[in-house]
């Protein structure tokens, strides 16, 4: 009897044993994924942060549809350069500039908010501002119109056009005339777009969630997800999050 009775408890005790053994490492296993998924987070968090306040704070302007950014500035001369490494000079005599473009200088007088600018040549053209945007003159008085001829993916000059047209050469001078480079609440609205659709494909909470305040909870008495409710939670999850990737590369190249 009391042989029994001790084999009973080595086998309750071998029993508890193994309980808590495998609980141990299901707690372990769960533990594990959610510190991996906070990582996760945290570190996507970041690089959109670091993203959001680096990339698209900083200003950039454009020079025949090439983008120029700030490299350096000894409080005199500002230095300038696109992708590709060709390189631009501001120089600042109080209100008025000189770019200098591949060794030519092109001259600016400011007066309130109309310019004069002096090309190397000695061409000569007047521009205002109006708020948005600006009126260009030539030394006759008549206005220039922006408008360039790309022919294969190359700019063809007409008549006396310049290469670099009057108000992209004064936006150029004037760092008050830059814009901030890509857009920064689309990049942001995008991020949460894809954690919206990140959530319905990946969890049952969520999709029951969206459940509940569908309208069909207004009409159907005690209304149930079916399977294919779900399936197509994933299916818009997937679709959402490439959207949602779409509008990542439209925040960054527009």
Same mark, same amino acid.
């Given at each position: 009897?009391?042989?029994?009775?001790?084999?009973?408890?080595?086998?309750?005790? !071998?029993?508890? $044993?193994?309980?808590?053994? @495998?609980?141990?490492?299901?707690?372990?296993?769960? %533990? /594990?994924?959610? *510190?991996?998924?906070?990582?996760?987070?945290?570190?996507?968090?970041?690089?959109?942060?670091?993203?959001?306040?680096?990339?698209?704070?900083?200003?950039?302007?454009?020079?025949?549809?090439?983008?120029?950014?700030?490299?350096?500035?000894?409080?005199?001369?500002?230095?300038?350069?696109?992708?590709?490494?060709?390189?631009?000079?501001?120089?600042?005599?109080?209100?008025?500039?000189?770019?200098?473009?591949?060794?030519?200088?092109?001259?600016?007088?400011?007066?309130?908010?109309?310019?004069?600018?002096?090309?190397?040549?000695? !061409?000569?053209? $007047?521009?205002?501002?109006? @708020?948005?945007?600006?009126?260009?003159?030539?030394? %006759? /008085?008549?206005? *220039?119109?922006?408008?360039?001829?790309?022919?294969?993916?190359?700019?063809?000059?007409?008549?006396?056009?310049?290469?670099?047209?009057?108000?992209?050469?004064?936006?150029?001078?004037?760092?008050?005339?830059?814009?901030?480079?890509?857009?920064?609440?689309?990049?942001?609205?995008?991020?949460?777009?894809?954690?919206?659709?990140?959530?319905?494909?990946?969890?049952?909470?969520?999709?029951?969630?969206?459940?509940?305040?569908?309208?069909?909870?207004?009409?159907?008495?005690?209304?149930?997800?079916?399977?294919?409710?779900?399936?197509?939670?994933?299916?818009?999850?997937?679709?959402?999050?490439?959207?949602?990737?779409?509008?990542?590369?439209?925040?960054?190249?527009?």
């Amino acid at each position: 009897m009391a042989a029994i009775e001790s084999w009973n408890e080595n086998i309750l005790m !071998s029993s508890t $044993y193994s309980f808590k053994e @495998g609980g141990a490492a299901i707690g372990k296993r769960i %533990k /594990g994924s959610t *510190i991996l998924r906070t990582l996760v987070v945290l570190l996507t968090a970041s690089l959109a942060t670091i993203c959001y306040f680096t990339y698209f704070s900083e200003s950039v302007f454009y020079l025949n549809d090439e983008k120029y950014k700030q490299i350096h500035s000894d409080g005199k001369f500002i230095h300038y350069e696109n992708s590709r490494g060709h390189s631009i000079q501001v120089q600042m005599i109080g209100q008025d500039r000189k770019v200098i473009i591949d060794s030519e200088t092109y001259s600016i007088i400011k007066q309130i908010d109309e310019y004069e600018l002096i090309y190397p040549d000695g !061409s000569l053209y $007047y521009l205002e501002y109006n @708020g948005n945007s600006f009126l260009s003159y030539d030394e %006759k /008085g008549d206005i *220039i119109a922006q408008v360039s001829l790309y022919v294969g993916g190359q700019r063809v000059l007409q008549g006396e056009e310049e290469l670099y047209h009057p108000e992209s050469m004064i936006r150029a001078a004037y760092s008050d005339y830059h814009t901030a480079q890509g857009n920064g609440v689309l990049f942001a609205g995008s991020l949460l777009l894809f954690a919206y659709g990140w959530s319905g494909f990946r969890y049952i909470a969520f999709q029951n969630l969206l459940f509940k305040l569908s309208p069909e909870r207004l009409y159907v008495r005690d209304a149930e997800p079916s399977d294919f409710y779900y399936f197509m939670c994933k299916v818009g999850g997937i679709a959402v999050m490439l959207f949602a990737a779409y509008l990542v590369v439209k925040a960054f190249f527009g």
